[in-house]
């Protein structure tokens, strides 16, 4: 008997991810995964196909949705006080989703494509409804926590279907990137060195340790952490009382004192 099908994909997510983890070219492998969507329900009736993303970032790739019988939905991302873009595209898939089990209650077959833990709870409701829940997702993102798996009745991995080699960014040695964390929060205050109300909050610095360190969300959780029980960063309060993560006094005097003894030809005294 064929399904009744909506297919909601988190383009945002799944491009920035996959850049993240592999050497690919993340617009090929979306129109690659919209044509694998496609022909997973070639035999049923797609009654509805949406893709999320912010397309002002992710440039010239809407109208290339579109031509494959996509719907697109533009999502502005927010730019917040710590610096970081927050983009509220799980929300909007959220939100349009739960309308679809309202007004069309004869669809029985929920596809989720994404990597973005944030949909659990939209996972579990369509499930209340009594609706089959198939889930496309990036096993590097999932390696170190499955549970979004639990809440899908089928689980495609992204990986599989794009003929791609999981890459496994399990646990990671936090002595070798402390360095690293701890550059990336000094590197940001002297950025915003004249900008007093400018400060980094814990979903920032997760946020751009997972860029720049090339890691899992888990992994920027758990540097964060290290970093904070080690002494090697520290918490304070802003004037309005948010919790930013600063560089501990002790330690950036060690930073200070390092780069005096380097000259001017790079090697140290």
């Not at 939209?122 to 829940?133: A, D, H, I, P, Q």
């Not at 170190?144 to 496994?168: C, K, M, R, T, V």
């Not at 360095?179 to 997760?206: D, W």
């Not at 029980?229 to 950036?252: C, F, G, Q, R, W």
């Amino acid at each position: 008997m064929a399904r009744q099908v909506a297919a909601f994909l988190d383009v945002d997510n799944i491009y920035w991810e996959l850049s993240k983890f592999y050497e690919v070219n993340p617009e090929e492998m979306i129109m690659q995964i919209i044509d694998k969507i496609w022909d997973t329900y070639k035999d049923d009736k797609v009654r509805i196909f949406s893709a999320y993303a912010d397309f002002e970032r992710i440039k010239g790739i809407q109208t290339k949705i579109q031509r494959k019988r996509v719907t697109t939905k533009h999502v502005i991302g927010n730019l917040h006080r710590n610096d970081m873009v927050r983009n509220p595209v799980d929300l909007e898939l959220s939100l349009d989703a739960l309308e679809t089990l309202i007004k069309f209650p004869d669809i029985d077959c929920y596809v989720i494509a994404s990597a973005d833990k944030d949909m659990t709870p939209l996972m579990n409701r369509v499930k209340y409804y009594g609706k089959s829940v198939h889930l496309f997702f990036l096993e590097a993102f999932v390696a170190e926590d499955s549970s979004l798996l639990d809440y899908a009745d089928e689980a495609i991995s992204i990986e599989l279907l794009l003929g791609l080699d999981p890459q496994n960014k399990g646990s990671i040695e936090m002595q070798a990137h402390v360095l690293q964390g701890v550059s990336l929060v000094n590197s940001f205050y002297l950025r915003n060195a004249g900008k007093p109300s400018m400060y980094l909050g814990r979903e920032f610095f997760i946020t751009e340790a997972m860029t720049v360190l090339k890691i899992t969300r888990q992994n920027a959780i758990e540097l964060l952490g290290w970093c904070l029980n080690n002494s090697y960063l520290a918490t304070a309060l802003t004037e309005d009382m948010h919790e930013k993560i600063i560089v501990p006094i002790a330690v950036e005097k060690v930073i200070v004192e390092a780069v005096a003894r380097i000259t001017s030809n790079g090697k140290y005294k």
